[in-house]
């Protein structure tokens, strides 16, 4: 995921990082090692980092993510870093909508990355756990997901992931369409 911003980056693209307290520590680490200075690169606006769940609850409601409330907070944003280039994004928020057991509520917020996706100029790049998706009730759902991403990619010392990528490839009658499956 690091090469996936790092190669954005050079490209001239801007970066918007959407994860966890833990994991934004080791992006930033890993793109400093890179050669990025993220603060000066935050300050000319070509780095952004956002808290996920703290993000999550501005436009979270009861039973799902709001779709108003989701443009308003992350479609203004998207809008505003993609207006003079390319926009590099990578989201965990589904991931922590996964880990809290709200499947339904993360295939939601896909879908609204995918509408917002046809608005805006980006790539996402969305990290999941794939512990996360581990109770053989969420695989329906993490079909769901992985359906509303273009590629799958998971680490290939991850055997759950592996397992999980292989039942969802199964339950769609063993051709797996590529799209985002768990990456850690």
Not at 25 to 53: F, M, W
């Amino acid at each position: 995921m690091s090469a996936f911003l790092v190669d954005g980056f050079a490209r001239g693209e801007a970066l918007l990082i959407v994860a966890t307290p833990h994991h934004v520590e080791l992006i930033t680490s890993q793109l400093e090692q890179a050669g990025i200075d993220v603060r000066d690169a935050e300050r000319a606006n070509r780095v952004t980092i956002l808290d996920a769940a703290q993000t999550l609850e501005k436009f979270m409601r009861q039973d799902g993510p709001n779709p108003e409330a989701f443009d308003e907070v992350v479609g203004t944003l998207v809008a505003r870093l993609s207006a003079d280039t390319r926009l590099c994004i990578y989201g965990e928020m589904v991931d922590v909508l996964a880990e809290r057991g709200r499947f339904k509520a993360a295939h939601q917020l896909e879908e609204l990355w995918n509408v917002l996706g046809k608005r805006a100029s980006f790539t996402l790049f969305c990290g999941y756990a794939s512990g996360h998706f581990g109770d053989p009730r969420a695989a329906r759902i993490l079909k769901d997901i992985c359906d509303a991403h273009s590629h799958v990619h998971r680490k290939q010392d991850d055997l759950l992931a592996e397992y999980l990528h292989d039942q969802q490839a199964a339950a769609s009658g063993g051709t797996s369409t590529a799209s985002a499956a768990p990456t850690s």
